[in-house]
């Protein structure tokens, strides 16, 4: 599609359609489409040259033959097209054979004369490749069987001096010269060739040669030798075979073991699996899943004891104190359980280039749209979104296959005006990159980076092309920054572009749809003149009136349009502020997504976060490593890790709502350990229940067939339609399903990507404009079914638990270098304020009717995935029962009353092993995880501080929301400081979610004064029963010490009235507390008088 860098604005509604910048009438220009030929002998697809032409092996009559076909036809045929008759003519990119023509053409002379990679640069490697590649044209077939080379063969003089005639080490007399052989060892691994020169200054290895052994296993005898070579072919195909339809049998689960036959490290690399499980080693996961049976028995324990034996004289505390255990221990064995698998995953990049980027061919990789999505520039500063699609842009994949769509829901012109000059910068960045393959690829961070130019040797051209560039950048960077500037102040008419037109997005919540083709589709090249790949602005249309959903709506719109635009059938999508840290990301997702044999039936790749910018200590747990290192790895050995809303790379067909490829069941096996009459009778059930089956099919095809009718109205003619898909719903279900665009409806059934060969780009252009237009989803499954799911402030939970529940398995890859890195809220206020946001979509799904307890069952969804889910979205209960566990030390410490009774020798016995159960259970999973401990133990602190303040918060806001209908709108959380590095830190914003951590803080502080306090006035007695109030008091305040140590750093920006709100109320606590005392019991009681009355 072709805008001449015009930008499009319209609405279908109101039906518009304008082209903003037009100095001439747009022409629409076709795009020419390759049709695919297929061979006539081994009815492969015939390839696409690198001048995007099909292959033609003959050019007298075109006779449509592959390029293997070809090259064997001359090597081993009678070297002529097998229709005309006419003699194959050498082709560039194929070698030399006995009777070519001579040539004078040297611009191929690598493959003419079939010259190895590293000898292509040293000219007497190309005069020797040449002498010898004429050598085995005069000496016919065969001098070449299979790499074995025998002395009769060559020159017996030369040969006689060259190679030694040696057996076992020792030289056989009883054997002539021409009775021993030789094995050239291959160059790179790939390839055996004939001795190559005999001035070589490789040292030629030879074989030790037995003389009691069939000279026939040594390469002599052809006839015999090619016969047991078509048969270990053959038995390697049979294995190749047997071990995908095991990997269907298993549901594409392959740990990778299964190659440790001998016959398939035969095999042609690149026929092999493209990744393979690491299982965690048994002498780790062993001891691990142990020690969690041990904890479940001694839970049963504790809680047997705790229950039998109650506190009389304190019997509330002693109920709440139960009640919030059993929910301690439920919400355990939730997060647990999903943890028993724990999985590495190990991918092969160089399989994955051998198998699709074939040299001299063009790539066969699969196309990736890329999504960025972004708001308010102001919150989400340009210059951070315009470092993660140059990232993008740059990335070490082929610049066709790649194209970037960045989504302004703010419709700004500030990020409209940042991406333009983002494309010019990209002009010179990409080719930059590409060269010198630095890494990572977002300027800002590598330019951060600190480089030794005299320790690491670096070229000085690369010193000079780096400084060069970094003045470059920082000339970009103040151009952008000038436009943050200017942007602060809004013109009272509105933004008006270059040309005066005004800007469409002048009313954010009224303006109609944009689009803009910045690069990518020879629009825009680089300083190269090379391709760039494609960059696409998208602001989608709002009204007043609409629903628009927020992310989930935008992306939508994104999947929509991508659709028309470039329909690449993968999908990844990052936030703004998360930017491509290896360049070789897509290759990770695409050895899982592309494996033939496990790839089928994977939806999504999902990456763990990592992020830059955070503290040493990680105060806060920002990188939250339990759950991406632990948790995670756990989940992938199930059904895959759940969906966290960035880094992950989709299956479009997923995202449809189609199910995942259903597993052919292998055939029946027979056994003769069981009588016969037996046999019969399981046989003749099975029939029976497969005769009722068939009739139930016969009967839904009969139904179906009446619904199914042609899609006339979809003008496109497409090829590679699913068919099964396409006779399951008729037109009308088609739009209800994705809405009343033919193009669009089109494109979905290609399950390969591509475009329709017959649409214009007028047409798509206009379909564009009206699939991002604001009422296309109405009376559609967009956001029930389709696409990112609607109802939660966290789409992306739902949209994750809703393709696992169509059947399909997601995948969970950690590079070496990690492939994406963000910025994250260091903040706490901000990070309180993240944690609500995610607390509050989970409350929302708990209520909705795509709960994981009650929805989805009977269908893909496996048993401790759906514990995973459910815990995910219960989470936020805890709450309640942490809020009040963590107030019940100070309660006894006020009271002198405490939750457990006297404790026994038994009792102390179950405390101790419960609480060195949990202190094994973590170190387990921290060294099979690799995470340390001191993430660990900030994960520990965090999840008091979080499960204290905005979790709380989040429940009440949600039931609020959903049962009273008051809506709550979510803050963008801050990515950049304002003040250099970890300004922020310290910095408490005003926010109500600071005070209930800080009351307990306070409340548990006073406890432990008056506790101590009491023991010192009532003596050396009241010592022992202090200590267990006291460790349960040190217990609430050493988790919340980060949030106390943020409170103490910097008194001087801290809100009065946090202080003043937290004292008032652990005051009027303790007072009333103190009052009322609801433990101590009020009746009178008489006491015997000393004096006597009498």
Known sequence: METKGRLIAGSRNRNEFVLINADEIARVTSVKELSGQICQICEDEIEVTVDREPFVACNECAFPVCRPCYEYERREGNQACPQCKTRYKRIKGSPRVEGDEEEE???DLENEFDISATARSEPHHIADAMLTARLNICLGSQAIVSGFVTTSELDPISAAHKIPLLTYHEEDVGLSSDKHALIIPPFHGKRIHPMPFFDSPMTLQPRALDPKKDLAVYGYGTIAWKERMEERKKKQSEKLQVFKHQGEKDGGNNDGDEFDDPDLPMMDEGRQPLSRKLPIPSSKINPYRLIILLRLVILGLFFHYRILHPVSDAYGLWLTSIICEIWFAVSWIFDQFPKWYPIERETYLDRLSLRYEKEGKASELAAVDIFVSTVDPLKEPPLITANTVLSILAVDYPVDKVACYV?????????????????????????????FKIEPRAPEWYFAQKVDYLKDKVDPAF?????AMKREYEEYKV??????????????????????????????????????????????????GNELPRLVYVSREKRA???HHKKAGAMNALVRVSAIITNAPYLLNVDCDHYINNSKALREAMCFMMDPISGKKVCYVQFPQRFDGIDRHDRYSNRNVVFFDINMKGLDGIQGPIYVGTGCVFRRQALYGYDAPIKKKPPGKTCNCLPKWLCCCCTSRKKNKKVKSNGKKKKKNKEASKQIHALENIEESIEGIDNDKSESMSQKKFEKKFGQSPVFIASTLMEDGGLPKEATSASLLKEAIHVISCGYEDKTEWGKEVGWIYGSVTEDILTGFKMHCHGWRS????PSRPAFKGSAPINLSDRLHQVLRWALGSVEILLSRHCPIWYGYGCGLKPLERFSYINSVVYPLTSIPLVAYCTLPAICLLTGKFIVPEISNYASLIFMALFISIAATSVLEMQWGGVGIHDWWRNEQFWVIGG????????????????????????????????????DLFLFKWTSLLIPPLTLLIINIIGIIVGVADAINNGYDSWGPLFG???????????????????????DRLPTIIVVWSILIASVLSLVWVRINPFVSRGIVLEVCGLNCD
Not at 412 to 434: G, I
Not at 463 to 467: L, M, N, T
Not at 949 to 973: C, E, R
Request: aromatic residues 12%; charged residues 20%.
């Open 948 to 983: 204290t303040s905005s979790h709380l918060f989040a429940l009440f806001q949600g039931l609020l929301k959903v049962l009273a209908g008051v809506n709550t709108n979510f803050t963008v959380t801050s990515k950049a400081g304002d003040d250099g590095e970890f300004s």
């Open 545 to 547: 009136g609409f629903e």
């Open 105 to 107: 053409d040297t611009d």
């Open 407 to 435: 989504s302004d829901d703010g419709a700004a012109m500030l990020t409209f005006e940042a991406l333009s000059e983002t494309s010019e910068f990209a002009r010179k960045w990409v080719p930059f990159c590409k060269k």
């Open 463 to 467: 010193v000079r092309e780096r400084r």
């Open 1029 to 1051: 109030k006291l460790f349960f008091a040190v217990w609430v305040i050493v988790h919340l010490y980060p949030f106390l140590k943020g409170l103490m750093a910097k008194q």
């Open 479 to 528: 151009r952008v920054n000038g436009l943050v500037a200017m942007a602060q102040k809004v013109p009272e008419d509105g933004w008006t572009m270059q040309d005066g037109t005004p800007w469409p997005g002048n009313n954010v919540k009224d303006h109609p749809g944009m689009i803009q083709v910045f690069s990518g589709h020879n629009v825009v090249h680089d300083i190269e």
């Open 811 to 814: 995948v969970y890859c950690i």
